[in-house]
């Protein structure tokens, strides 16, 4: 797998923000698909003709809507090829949607997907756990970042050429590691077998790479 590839991969795969999040709340794919982009318009402004290709990319499940330009604000990967192989569809729709956003956007956008995925980590920790007040904040800051490393990690995957899937896999956990560990530091006792019986649940569902 290519270097790109592998970023791509990861990034979806820390941040899963596709039309299909809604999924099991009783709301049609057409329903979910204008909710999520009604939550991008939000976010990032669209112009009327981005909300239209971004409409038609979700609707075409991850290809470049007919008429579509080059990338604006996100490269295309190597070659200027469109990602082959061991892709999933949301990871291709993904990088096709970052090439409708301009680079402001691009950068707005990666950022909403880093604080969707902390907030949505952070609400089911607290769930499960029921953390105070200021350990949400402490919990907060470390998932952020943990988002962060793996954005860095990612950018530079992207610009090596000896990078493999497995290593990928492996650096991800190893921050995966460090994260745990940080949010241990701020529970107590109780919290503390508590999370750490989340983390064996998880591994345990987890497949072996």
């Known amino acids: 797998m290519k270097p ?10 820390l941040i899963a923000t596709n039309v299909y999040a809604q999924r099991g709340q009783g709301q049609s794919r057409e329903e979910m ?6 939550q991008l318009d939000e976010a990032l402004n669209l112009t009327d003709d981005q909300v239209a290709k971004i409409k038609e990319l979700y609707s075409q499940g991850g290809q470049r809507p007919q008429g579509g330009q080059r990338p ?3 490269e295309r990967p190597q070659g200027g090829q469109r990602p082959q192989g061991g892709f999933s569809r949301m990871g291709m729709m993904n990088t096709e949607l970052e090439t409708i956003l301009t680079p402001d956007q691009v950068k707005a956008y990666r950022q909403y997907q ?5 907030d949505r980590r952070l609400n089911m920790i607290d769930d499960r756990i029921i953390l ?10 470390i998932l952020v970042k943990e988002a962060e490393e793996n954005r860095a990690m990612m950018e530079k995957m992207r610009q090596s050429e ?11 956990q190893e921050i995966r590691k460090k994260t745990d560990e940080a949010i241990l530091k701020v529970l107590d ?7 750490k019986s ?3 649940n998880q591994q345990q569902r987890r497949p072996q790479r």
């Open 189 to 195: 006792k109780n919290q503390t077998n508590q999370y």
């Open 33 to 38: 698909m204008n909710q999520r982009i009604k």
């Open 4 to 13: 790109i590839q592998i970023a791509m991969f990861l990034a979806v795969a």
């Open 162 to 172: 000896n990078t493999d899937r497995r290593a990928g896999f492996q650096m991800m």
């Open 198 to 200: 989340m983390m064996n």
């Open 72 to 74: 604006q604000g996100g």
């Open 114 to 118: 880093i604080d969707e995925s902390v």
């Open 132 to 141: 105070k007040e200021d350990q949400k904040k402490s919990v907060r800051s």
